[in-house]
């Protein structure tokens, strides 16, 4: 399998941005290594700082560090083994050189990811012929590929320009680029630094195409399943202290403390993401073709990287998902 050529400009960064962030659920069981997972700054992941934060992970008996990464440095650390698993796209899990297996899914976006266009510009119609940025062959890629598709059009009718993600709030100034794709808190500094710009397509016009989990390697899931069903089940009792009245304020103070943020903005923009709670999971475990199932979603992110070039060969997805974990915490045998 032919991995993404941008993980080569950032395997230098991968060591010094592990060291710099590491913040970990407090010991529990003394008697086994840590397990590590890198995270990044997606609304859907800022919900695992809860556990660090309430020491969740302790409470369950399961000695878990949480290693703070950006994006795609936080995939390359998965797969050269720094970690042990890694909060991932469904779909660019596909990517990484390493096999992984989602144990639970955290949300899907629902609005948080954009293609962001010029004030000119009012329509991804608008759009044909002009300049596009994207990070190629990444998630807003798949994302743009979308909306050209709901808008009777192709990647032909645009030119893209592979731009980093983090980069997207200065590429939409510049002179020639049309439109970005961005996912927040990004695509909300690039909306904030670029007045008059606005959402041209939404991950909420496409629901279930960008999926998220927690993608553990197949090593480590094979040989600390029980610990890595605790770790299920803190996801849960995290979404559980997001949801009550009487910690939610407190919850997202946390998260937004960990990407530096308002918490009255990431409140603004909890809702363009949709968490996955129990019920949630169950649905979306459940294999179906459509993109309202993450067998679904799969299916199209491999075939939009087999078009691309991305890899040469398709995997087997099924052991991409492994539904038995969250329906073991949640005590169901069966859908």
Same mark, same amino acid.
């Not at 293609?115 to 510009?121: L, T």
């Not at 491999?302 to 990287?305: I, R």
């Given at each position: 399998m032919k991995v993404r050529k941008t993980f080569g400009v950032v395997a230098a960064a991968v060591v010094a941005a592990g060291l710099l962030a590491s913040l970990g659920c407090p010991p529990g069981n003394q008697g086994a290594k840590p397990l590590t997972i890198a995270y990044s700054d997606w609304p859907g992941w800022l919900v695992w700082e809860i556990a660090n934060q309430k020491g969740f992970c302790k409470d369950a008996g399961v000695d878990v560090n949480f290693v703070w990464y950006d994006y795609l440095p936080s995939m390359k650390a998965f797969e050269t083994g720094n970690v042990d698993a890694v909060l991932v796209v469904c779909g660019d899990s596909l990517t990484i050189a390493k096999p992984s297996t989602a144990i639970v899914l955290t949300d899907y976006s629902?609005?948080?990811d954009m293609?962001?266009? /010029?004030?000119?510009?009012h329509s991804i119609k608008d759009l044909k012929g002009k300049k596009v940025a994207v990070e190629e062959n990444l998630v807003e890629h798949i994302l743009l590929a979308k909306a050209l598709e709901k808008n009777g059009m192709t990647e032909s009718d645009v030119t893209i320009e592979s731009v980093a993600t983090d980069k997207m709030p200065v590429t939409l100034g510049q002179s020639g680029i049309a439109a970005v794709g961005a996912w927040y808190p990004i695509s909300g500094e690039t909306l904030k630094q670029n007045p008059g710009s606005a959402p041209l397509f939404r991950s909420s016009d496409a629901p279930g195409l960008i999926y998220d989990a927690l993608q553990v390697s197949r090593e480590s899931l094979a040989t600390r399943r029980d610990d890595w069903k605790k770790v299920v089940g803190v996801w849960f009792k995290c979404l559980d202290y997001l949801n009550d009245p009487k910690?939610?304020?407190? *919850?997202? /103070?946390?998260?937004?403390a960990r990407i530096k943020a308002n918490p009255d903005d990431l409140e603004k923009n909890l809702k363009g993401t949709q968490l996955?709670? /129990?019920d949630g999971n169950l649905k979306a475990l459940e294999k179906r073709d459509t993109l309202d199932s993450v067998y679904g979603s799969l299916k199209n992110a491999? *075939?939009?990287?087999l078009s691309h070039k991305v890899y040469d060969k398709a995997?087997?997805?099924d052991p991409y998902v492994d539904p038995s974990l969250v329906k073991e915490v949640i005590g169901k045998s069966a859908y």
């Open positions: 629902n609005g948080n293609i962001i266009g /010029k004030p000119e510009f910690t939610h304020a407190d *919850a997202v /103070k946390i998260m937004a996955l709670d /129990k491999n *075939a939009f990287y995997p087997e997805l």
